[in-house]
């Protein structure tokens, strides 16, 4: 029932968000030398 452009936005909202989430836990991985 919710307009697909609030979806759109919401969806857009986590995949940044979890881009932003997954390349910090990247960096911090690639410091340690662990990977």
């Not at 029932?1 to 989430?21: C, D, E, R, T």
Request: glycine share 14%; net charge negative.
């Amino acid at each position: 029932m919710f307009p697909k452009s609030i979806v759109i936005v919401g969806v857009v909202a986590v995949l940044v968000i979890g881009v932003i989430l997954i390349g910090f836990a990247a960096s911090s991985v690639g410091d340690l030398g662990s990977d």
